[in-house]
Each structure stands twice: as structure tokens, then as C-alpha cells.
């Protein structure tokens, strides 16, 4: 599948060029986003703009371009903090901080074009995917590099409880919902 994908270096908040880089385009995989939570207290009206808007202009260009999918990636964050374990599909949705608001936002505004346009649009959220080239703020990184400089790893609140992924099969989950036309409409 590696030959067939083709990564494009841009600008999500342009939509002449996510329009122009849309043509002939059978599927887009959405990943593009800001992520960092901190951030994006300082920053909310960057987060709007890059996950809603930029998610707004993919949706466009697929519609104008006849995009046969868009698989948009959403995160559990869109849950705040768990009302239940395991988390599911089902969870209400709670923006805690201005990141989680813009990716509930985009993740609706996807729906939208779904619902409205008929645009096939599927909603992945991958939780806590570690890997290589991670960023050393992540907890699997942090955990590392805390066992490299000392015995003794520090890891704050114990009660909270989370899967792990690890990327590949992040990316193979990716695939199997692009290949599979039950994925369009659904949020898994």
C-alpha cells in the first residue's frame, strides 16, 4: 500500500492548495493537527483555525474533487476525563481544554459533511499511540528517559489507566478503515 500513498508537505489552513493537492486523489488520510494540549490554552484561536478550519477545507476540496474517502483523526481527548472504562464510541464528548473543543468541532464538522453532502467521511481515534520518533513529552519516552538518568521513574497520579498502541498498529487500523466502506459515517 506504501506505493500507492502519496505525502504532500502544506499548509491545512490553505484551501487552494488542500484543493489543488486534492485533485486526483482517491483517499485522504487527515492526520494534520495541532496537538499540544498546553498550547493550546495559550493559543486557542491557532487551534480553531489549523483543526476546524483546516478540517473545513479538506472536507471542501473532497467534495469539489470527488474524493472517493476522508478518514479524519480524531483523539480521546475528545472524552475528558472518563465518566467509564474502557472508554467507548459511546462516551459523551467533553472538551477540557481549547485542543479537545477544536478536535470535538472538527470531529463534528466531518460528521456534517457526511451527513449533508453524502461526502464518505470516517472517524478514527486512536488512543496513546508510542513508537519511534515520538516526542520525549509523551509517557513512554518520558518513562525511558527517566529509567536512562536514574533508578527512580516518577509518574505522578497511579489511578488513571490507559492502552497503549503501538504505531503500526495505529497505521494498520488506519488501513483496515480506509479499505472498509463500514468505517464511512462511523466514529471508531
Known sequence: ILEELEIVSSDIRDPYMMNKISTN????????????????????????????LGTCNILQSAIENSVEMVLHTSTSEVYGTAEFVP????????????????????????LSFFNSYNLPVGIIRPFNTYGPRQSARAVIPSIIIQLLESPKVSLGDLLPTRDFNYVSDTVSGFIAAMKNDKSIGEVI
Request: charged share 10%.
Open 87 to 110: 472508554i467507548t464510541e459511546d462516551h459523551k464528548l467533553h472538551g477540557q481544554s481549547p485542543y479537545s473543543a477544536s478536535k470535538i468541532a472538527a470531529d463534528q464538522l466531518a
Open 25 to 52: 486523489c482517491n483517499c485522504i488520510l487527515h492526520l494534520a493537527a495541532l496537538i499540544a494540549i498546553p498550547y493550546s490554552y495559550a493559543a486557542p484561536y491557532q487551534y480553531i483555525e489549523t483543526n476546524v
